[in-house]
């Protein structure tokens, strides 16, 4: 299984964004997905996620600016982002909770998207 993520870029504050996440591979079912990021000299940190039951989950740090979305289909999530804070800065991680074909249930992380927010 494999989680690429994308979208990430340079944006002035109160801009916005789009970041995506498609998972692929041999995948039984998805309990849920969502982003985490890492600022310079931080710890990574939760930002939303979006379990089975279709409702986003938003840390408050983005509550209000920042939608999650999912396309079952595609097994893919996506964030956007808006109103963009130079404190957005990090690195985006995607990362997935989900159970590939004939395996157990595990975590699985993206290869991060530099978001950029310029003051």
């Known amino acids: 299984v494999q989680l690429q993520a994308s979208g990430g870029g340079l944006v002035q504050a109160g801009g916005s964004l789009r970041l995506s996440c498609v998972a692929s591979?041999?995948?039984?079912?998805?309990?849920?997905m969502g982003w985490y990021r890492q600022a310079p000299d931080k710890e990574r940190e939760w930002v939303a996620n979006?379990?089975?039951?279709?409702?986003?989950r938003y840390a408050d740090s983005v509550k209000g600016r920042f939608t999650i979305s999912k396309d079952n289909a595609k097994n893919a999530v996506y964030l956007q982002m808006n109103t963009l804070k130079p404190e957005d800065t990090a690195v985006y991680y995607c990362?997935?909770?989900?159970?590939?074909?004939?395996?157990?249930?595990?975590?699985?992380w993206g290869q991060g998207t530099l978001v950029t927010v310029s003051s």
């Open positions: 979006m379990p089975r039951d279709g409702i986003g």
């Open positions: 990362n997935a909770i989900l159970t590939e074909t004939r395996r157990r249930r595990d975590e699985y």
């Open positions: 591979g041999s995948i039984f079912s998805i309990d849920a």
